[in-house]
């Protein structure tokens, strides 16, 4: 179900939008909680611990840091994908157990989306993209709408995932049309394959590359609180993980 309108369960008597946003498509996670669209806390750690204990100790830390409970929590937002198969089960099952139980909507959002929300460019096409491992790498394209400050970004197709050298080749097509900028948290993932449009003068004039934070939570949390603001949000039995790729036990049934 998709709410169009006032959202249920938000505060429309002036008391401030509490939301809950939670990364888990990387290994460099985070959790952030935002009063309307402030960033007051975020935590975020790489390591190879695994999200199913360390995502409920940052979220435990971080509501006690700020003396805030889960029954607080006015919104609950979480990066829907794509990314990591096991870390997106754990972030959206969280999110899904937690807004299910206080009665609260929930927003799924894009962490290409997020990524390309993290851009200072004023360049009116975006290409978020991240390491997808397995030699890939996971990208989207954004168009904006409005002024940077406030801008709209909108999908343009679906996304994907292919290998870097794919990837370049497809951007000196799109570049053949208009100027983009590839936006990106995990450079050394397309080091490689960008290097060859230094040998593309067409291509290589209209492209830009742009390094971003790979904190993801906050910018998830802004954009589920302009959603939630425009009265779209969803709940516990619509969210969805968008993987983009098949999972490794979908590839070996697919093999049998």
Not at 18 to 23: E, G, P, Q
Not at 61 to 68: A, K, Q, R, T
Not at 142 to 164: C, F, I, N
């Amino acid at each position: 179900m998709i709410w169009k309108g006032l959202a249920p369960g938000l505060p429309y008597n002036g008391s401030p939008l509490i939301t809950l946003a939670v990364d888990t498509t990387t290994p460099g996670g985070s959790t952030a909680v935002l009063r309307e669209e402030r960033v007051i806390g975020s935590v975020s750690t790489w390591t190879e611990e695994t999200y199913s204990s360390r995502m409920f100790r940052q979220v435990e830390f971080l509501l006690e840091e700020l003396g805030l409970g889960l029954d607080q929590v006015d919104l609950f937002a979480v990066a829907s994908g794509p990314g990591s198969f096991t870390g997106l089960r754990v972030g959206l099952a969280a999110i899904k157990a937690w807004a299910e139980v206080y009665g609260k909507p929930v927003a799924g959002v894009s962490a290409l989306e997020a990524i390309a929300e993290g851009s200072r460019s004023a360049s009116p096409l975006l290409v978020p993209v991240f390491d997808a491992r397995r030699g890939e790498v996971y990208f989207g394209v954004y168009q904006r709408e409005g002024d940077v400050a406030a801008a709209k970004l909108v999908l343009q197709g679906e996304h994907s995932v292919m290998t870097p050298v794919d990837f370049v080749n497809e951007m000196r097509v799109l570049a053949g049309k208009e100027t983009l900028m590839i936006v990106t948290p995990t450079p050394e993932a397309l080091s490689a394959a960008l290097g060859t449009l230094d040998a593309d003068g067409n291509g290589g004039a209209a492209i830009r590359v742009e390094v971003v934070a790979n904190i993801l939570a906050p910018a998830v949390g802004l954009l589920a609180v302009r959603r939630a603001r425009a009265g779209i949000t969803g709940d516990s039995l619509t969210l969805e993980a968008n993987y983009v790729r098949r999972t490794d036990a979908e590839l070996k049934w697919k093999a049998l």
